[in-house]
Every structure is written in structure tokens, then in C-alpha cells.
């Protein structure tokens, strides 16, 4: 039976594991540790046994997949589209990752475009940012509103083909599509990595996302399946510039080959849309500049002068998790492990304390200038400017300045 | 009808302290409760049992978990709530699931509730929908919590949704209707909320804010007190060992760490007019 595992003749029972488990899930009686009921088998545990007593043993049922894990080669990049048919920026991102994890690897990149009719078509786009292949198809019942025919149609795709690694962006879509093809095809998925590494001898995908919380970063391997999947929160990479830009404007880029690939005639969709009302305003995502503001503001009156500074510095507005709990702003403003992650070039932060949630979402940040009267808050900890003062005065002659330009 | 609510115990706070210096975490004496999105999940199925209850038709819902023992008690607040019955699994042979193992091991919960020795607890929720195949009967609606607030990976629903083959709406804001066989939501995606319908049985995750848990009525906490909440092991459920647990999770914690932060952090000094004149530099050294 797999478990975690105590050498009673190497533990000198210093609590060490006791101290860095989570859970409760181990204790210390008569100097020897022992694992309880609690127990998750997160390994926090055998990281901090300064004797190496502790092991996580597995049955070799786990290790028995059957598969033979030469016959899969590749990282596959999942492409989606918006509502008007353009790809979304995160696939730049995730094309931009793949490369130099396939350059690593000594393999291909190749991405999976599906369309429904309406759209302009982005395969030739897709084809210019450096993959070597795109699969394509345009198919009415590819639209968003099922998850599953994405699935079937990929799947289908996956067990011909064999990525050995799989990438979505981490949308609502992504995150819906990922988990029904890692349950179709019985093989790992990582959500919301924020780091993505490859061992270039056996293909490992190193994928590191926060865990606790956000209070420690675990790094996690799906050893004996594949393909590996991992979902990318959009704005946690950088895409790179000649990815963006594309072969034949000068990139150092060949022009991938388009391989037609029918989703099977029998796949039906099940969700009909009856209705939608599209998300108005910009998206604090895609946003270059960013007004974030927290807890620290004082009172919602003081939200108006927020909006203003945001007007004027032409930012989108974000906040912390509080603020949408407390009704202030809606949740489409929410930075942070739940809400969005950002990738601005700048954000200003007023009134944050700088939760490990809030930070993990702001991580893709080109610059961050903090303004707290705490000068001990967890924000200045990841600032590159801080501002040690009162926010409202502050943001006042901010205002005040930003209009004397107009 | 039959409602099968899913739901996962995770600590009260989820702020985690970090010891600065040995770089461990702070334990004080967190409790467990149920992930606040399972717990929004769990009042919309009693919200549909309250509104059935009032046209004089029958509705089961039913609360399930995997987790320790001590997650007993949670369930056991869950039909204090309203919920029919409940069931924990409950087996050191689930210990360390990663999300495919935890959704295999919720199908097994989820068969074992819909079997003739465990139906009989409320003989009024057999299914409405059709059955696709003989054996145990699948419930008309699996609710979960978009995600968990500990593990926020939101991959549980869509995992069932697989692996009974059933269609999956994911962070639904708003239940519209149940009728003729079909279920009518509100929910979130990339380009906006969309309405959406789609035939029972089904699965659906539901946004935190959708509802506002009641509290436990005292006749529900009598009730309960004396309630089954049936807890049964891997092998009592039929689960395959080579699909829980740490051998059923193919993905393995392999390193874990505290995050390094950036120390290179430069603090504006001078007057306030001064600091605001270097932040609106910075500002358009980003492009305004």
C-alpha cells in the first residue's frame, strides 16, 4: 500500500515534520513521527526531515500506466479565439513558452486551432508565430458553448497524434476544457502554473504553481503518463516580441504547415446558448496600466478619487478580493489567485497590504510602485517603488498634477 | 429528482502564516470547514428541494465527500441545513489524490448513492431522467463549488462531468429553471454570461456569491444528530486501488518552496508633490 513512510531508525524525533506539515497530518509521540489520518501525502514533510526518515512510497500500480512514454513527442499549444474570432494574447504566451521548452526538449511545437464559422481565419496567423504545425478545423458545433465536443475533437487528435505535453490558457473555457480532456485521456493536469520547465533527457514538465495558499510554490510532475497538462493563467508569461509579431515581418521565424483535422461526424453539442450579455468595459487583464486598489483606500467615498486617478493615467481599475466581498466594485475588478492575473506595464498600487492571493496575481507586473502607510506590508516586498505614506494624499496630488498637464 | 452535492472540507482561514525564519508553516488550531463555493452549491440544491417541496414533488439531495473521519461532522451540518442524507469517503487508500483521483472517488460516492441500499433513504428523489444504462441509478443534477479555496484548480466538476459523460456548465451565477427534463443557467465565460440550457442529467459548478447558505433550523439539528451519515471505505464503494489515492494521482508533488520575493525595492522620498511627479514619470515611461 502506497503511504508515507517513517524509518524509525534513522528519526531522532526533532518535530521538524510536525512543525512544516499543513495538516496535522503527522506527529511526534516517543520520539518517533508518525503519520495520522489527516496525512495528504503533500511531501511538505519529507522536505523538512533534516535525516531523511521520511519517504512517500507508492504502489507500482501507480507507476504502471502500461505507457510507453517514448512514443509521445511534441508540446501541443490549445488555441482559443474571441468572441469576434481573434486569438487570445495568452496563446502568444503559451506559443512563446513552448518554444524554448521545445527548443530545450529537442522537439516541435504545435498548435490546435478550433473555429466555428463566423470568425477570420487565424490559422495562417497561428502558423507565423514559430510552430511547426497547426492543426485546424472549422466546425459550426466548435463554437464555446460546449466544452466537451472541444474535448472529444482534441482527445480524438491526442490518441492519434501523442503530445508528449499539452498547454491551455487558463480562461473560463480552458479551465472547463483541460480537466474534461485530462479525465478522457486519464493523465495529469496541473492548474494555473506560473513556472514551466522541461527535463530534456526524459521530457519531464516541471510545472510550479503556488500551493497553501500561495505561501509555498510546488513543483509538480506527472512521471508516468502523458501527455502532461497544464493550464497558464493569461499575463504569467511574456510573449515573446517575434512570436507577436509574426514570420515575414522580419521575425527570425519559418512559417508552420496547416494540417486540416475534422472533428467525427457523430460528436453533438449538448449546451444550447440561449442568450448572452457580453462583458462590457476593458478588461483588466490585457490592461498596460493599472490602478489596483485595496483595503488602505479607508471608506468607498473614496472610490470616485480612485476612478479619477485611473481616468487620467488612462488605467483600468483593479482591487483586491476584500473589496469585491464588501460590494465596492464587482468581481471583474478582482486581482489575484481568484481573480484575474495581471501583466501590465505598470500598476500602482494604493491601500494594498499585499495578501500571498493578491501578490500571486500580479506576479506578471513590469513595474509595480506601491503606496501604503505600513512601510512593514507585504506589498513593498515585491515594489519596485514604494511610497510610504497617506494613499488619499497621494492619490489627491496625483490628480491634481495629472489634470494641471491637460 | 435526485441532487448529488459535492463537497470538500478545507482549513477556515486559508491565509497561511509562514514562520519567517525556519521557513515553516504556523498551525494554530485551524478548523476545517466546507469550501465556502460548496457551500453556495449545497443551498441552491435545497433551494430547488424547497421549491419542489412546495408543488408537492420529491426531491433527495444528497451531500458527499472524501476526507478524513472528522469531516463526519460537516456532513452531519450539511442535512442540519436541509440535505437528506450523506456520505463520507472516507479510506487511507484516498490519501494523497491528486483532482483525477478525487473525481474517481467521488463516481464511486456518487454510484453508491444512487444504489438500491442507499436510495432508500428518501424514497421520493428517484431520478426523472432516463436511464442510459441498468445499474445504479445516476442522479438528475451533480453540484459543486467552482473550486476549492485551498487547491483552486476547478477541475472536479469537469472531471465528473467526464468520466458519467454527462454535459457540464461551469461558474454558474444563476439557476433559471428546471423543467421538461432540462436545466436553464446563468454562467460565466470568456466573452460575458451566457444562458445556457442543457439536459439532465448534468453537472454544474456554481460561483460563491449564487446563494447565501442558510443557517441550520433547530429541528434540522435535532434531526441530524440522529441522521446516517454513512461512512464507507475504497473497497466498500468498489473503488479500483490502482485509480485512488496517491496510486491513482499522476501528478506528484515533486519540490515545494517559499516563494522568493524582490528586495530590490526603491522608496520615493521627499514631499508628497515630489513622489507624485516620479510616479507620473514612471507613468509615462509606460507608454501615457
Redesign the interface.
Known amino acids: 500500500?502506497?503511504?508515507l513512510m517513517v524509518d524509525a531508525a534513522r528519526c531522532v524525533g526533532c518535530k521538524?515534520c510536525e512543525?512544516?506539515?499543513?495538516f496535522?497530518g503527522i506527529v511526534v509521540e516517543g520520539r518517533l513521527a508518525r503519520p495520522t489520518?489527516?496525512?495528504?501525502?503533500?511531501?511538505?514533510c519529507v522536505?523538512?526531515c533534516p535525516v531523511d526518515a521520511i519517504s512517500?512510497e507508492?504502489?507500482e500500480?501507480?507507476e504502471?500506466?502500461g505507457r510507453d512514454l517514448s512514443a509521445y513527442r511534441d508540446i501541443w499549444v490549445i488555441a482559443?479565439v474571441?468572441?469576434e474570432g481573434a486569438l487570445?494574447p495568452v496563446v502568444f504566451e503559451l506559443v512563446g513558452k513552448a518554444l524554448e521548452l521545445a527548443e530545450a526538449r529537442g522537439c516541435q511545437v504545435v498548435a490546435v486551432l478550433g473555429e466555428a464559422g463566423r470568425a477570420p481565419r487565424q490559422a495562417e496567423r497561428l502558423a507565423a508565430t514559430g510552430v511547426a504545425e497547426v492543426i485546424h478545423t472549422v466546425d459550426e458545433r466548435l463554437a464555446?458553448?460546449?466544452?466537451?465536443v472541444f474535448?472529444q475533437w482534441i482527445c480524438a487528435l491526442a490518441e492519434e497524434r501523442r503530445p508528449e505535453a499539452m498547454l491551455f490558457g487558463a480562461?473560463?473555457?480552458g479551465?472547463?476544457?483541460?480537466?474534461?480532456v485530462?479525465?478522457?485521456l486519464?493523465?495529469?493536469?496541473?492548474?494555473?502554473c506560473t513556472a514551466l520547465d522541461i527535463d530534456p533527457k526524459t521530457g519531464a514538465l516541471?510545472q510550479t504553481r503556488?500551493?497553501?495558499?500561495?505561501?509555498?510554490?510546488?513543483?509538480?510532475?506527472?512521471?508516468?503518463?502523458r501527455p502532461q497538462m497544464a493550464t497558464v493563467r493569461p499575463g504569467v508569461f511574456a510573449a515573446p516580441e517575434r512570436v507577436t509579431a509574426g514570420a515575414g515581418t522580419g521575425a527570425d521565424l519559418a512559417v508552420g504547415i496547416i494540417t486540416q483535422a475534422p472533428l467525427a461526424p457523430e460528436v453533438a453539442p449538448?449546451?444550447?446558448?440561449?442568450?448572452?450579455?457580453?462583458?462590457t468595459g476593458g478588461s483588466i487583464a490585457q490592461a498596460?496600466?493599472l490602478v489596483v486598489v485595496g483595503r488602505g483606500i479607508g471608506s468607498k467615498k473614496n472610490l470616485p478619487l480612485m476612478e479619477r486617478l485611473a481616468e487620467l493615467?488612462?488605467?483600468e481599475l483593479g482591487c483586491t478580493r476584500p473589496l469585491v466581498e464588501a460590494g465596492w466594485l464587482d468581481?471583474a475588478h478582482q486581482v489575484g489567485?481568484?481573480g484575474a492575473a495581471v501583466a501590465?506595464?505598470?500598476l500602482?498600487s494604493i491601500g494594498v497590504s499585499g495578501?500571498?492571493?493578491h501578490l500571486a496575481g500580479i506576479g506578471g507586473a513590469?513595474?509595480v510602485?506601491a503606496i501604503n502607510e505600513d512601510a512593514a506590508a507585504p506589498i513593498?516586498?515585491?515594489?519596485?517603488?514604494?511610497?510610504?505614506?497617506d494613499a488619499i494624499?497621494?492619490v489627491t496630488?496625483?490628480i491634481?498634477?495629472?489634470e494641471a498637464?491637460d | 429528482m435526485h441532487i448529488v452535492v459535492c463537497v470538500k472540507a478545507v482549513?477556515s482561514s486559508?491565509?497561511?502564516?509562514?514562520?519567517p525564519v525556519?521557513h515553516?508553516?504556523v498551525?494554530d488550531g485551524r478548523e476545517s470547514v466546507v469550501n465556502p463555493f460548496d457551500a453556495a452549491a449545497l443551498e441552491v440544491a435545497l433551494a430547488i428541494k424547497d421549491e419542489r417541496a412546495a408543488t408537492g414533488e420529491g426531491c433527495r439531495v444528497s451531500v458527499l465527500s472524501m476526507g478524513?473521519?472528522?469531516t463526519e461532522a460537516l456532513l452531519r451540518d450539511g442535512i442540519a441545513r436541509g440535505a437528506s442524507d450523506a456520505l463520507l469517503l472516507?479510506d487511507?487508500?484516498f490519501?494523497?489524490a491528486?483532482?483525477?483521483a478525487t473525481?474517481y472517488a467521488l463516481s464511486c460516492g456518487i454510484r453508491e448513492l444512487g444504489s438500491a441500499s442507499m436510495s432508500d433513504v428518501a424514497a421520493s428523489g428517484a431520478p426523472e431522467h432516463e436511464e442510459a444504462t441498468p445499474g445504479p441509478s445516476l442522479p438528475d443534477l451533480i453540484l459543486c463549488g467552482k473550486?476549492a479555496?485551498?487547491g483552486?484548480?476547478?477541475?472536479?466538476?469537469?472531471?465528473l462531468?467526464?468520466?458519467f459523460d454527462m454535459?457540464?456548465?461551469?461558474?454558474m451565477r444563476e439557476l433559471v429553471a428546471i423543467e421538461r427534463g432540462r436545466v436553464?443557467v446563468r454562467h460565466?465565460?470568456?466573452?460575458?454570461?451566457?444562458?445556457?440550457?442543457?439536459?439532465l442529467p448534468a453537472v454544474l459548478t456554481v460561483a460563491k456569491?449564487i446563494a447565501q447558505p442558510r443557517m441550520p433550523s433547530i429541528a434540522g439539528v435535532r434531526a441530524a444528530a440522529g441522521a446516517p451519515v454513512a461512512v464507507l471505505s475504497a473497497a466498500r464503494v468498489q473503488a479500483d486501488?490502482?485509480r485512488s489515492?496517491?496510486?491513482?494521482?499522476?501528478?506528484?508533488?515533486?519540490?515545494?518552496?517559499?516563494?522568493e520575493?524582490?528586495?530590490?525595492?526603491?522608496?520615493?522620498e521627499g514631499s508628497?508633490?515630489q513622489?507624485?511627479?516620479?510616479?507620473?514619470a514612471?507613468?509615462e515611461?509606460?507608454?501615457?
Not at chain 1, 512543525?19 to 499543513?22: G, N, Q
Not at chain 1, 479551465?175 to 474534461?180: I, S, T
Not at chain 2, 483552486?152 to 472531471?159: K, L, N, S
Not at chain 2, 489515492?245 to 516563494?259: E, I, N, Y
Open positions: 500500500m502506497s503511504g521538524r512543525r512544516a506539515c499543513a496535522g489520518d489527516a496525512c495528504t501525502l503533500c511531501g511538505g522536505e523538512a512517500i507508492r504502489d500500480a501507480g504502471g500506466s482559443q474571441d468572441a487570445l464555446y458553448a460546449d466544452a466537451e474535448a480562461t473560463a473555457f479551465r472547463e476544457l483541460a480537466p474534461r485530462a479525465v478522457r486519464q493523465t495529469g493536469l496541473t492548474a494555473d516541471l503556488p500551493a497553501f495558499g500561495g505561501n509555498l510554490m510546488a513543483t509538480i510532475e506527472c512521471p508516468a503518463h449538448r449546451v444550447a446558448v440561449l442568450g448572452i450579455e457580453p462583458v498596460e496600466r493615467l488612462h488605467a468581481y489567485q481568484t501590465p506595464k505598470l500602482v495578501a500571498i492571493q513590469e513595474t510602485v513593498f516586498g515585491v515594489a519596485d517603488y514604494a511610497v510610504v505614506g494624499e497621494v496630488e496625483l491634481a498634477q495629472l498637464r | 482549513p486559508t491565509e497561511v502564516k509562514m514562520d525556519t515553516t508553516i498551525r478524513i473521519p472528522a472516507s487511507r487508500a490519501a494523497g491528486d483532482t483525477l473525481s473550486m479555496v485551498d483552486d484548480t476547478a477541475q472536479i466538476g469537469p472531471e462531468a467526464g468520466l454535459p457540464c456548465v461551469t461558474d436553464t460565466a465565460t470568456d466573452a460575458g454570461i451566457e444562458l445556457v440550457e442543457v439536459p456569491d486501488p490502482a489515492g496517491l496510486a491513482g494521482s499522476p501528478t506528484q508533488v515533486v519540490r515545494s518552496f517559499v516563494p520575493r524582490s528586495d530590490a525595492c526603491e522608496v520615493l508628497v508633490p513622489q507624485a511627479a516620479r510616479i507620473i514612471l507613468a515611461e509606460a507608454g501615457l
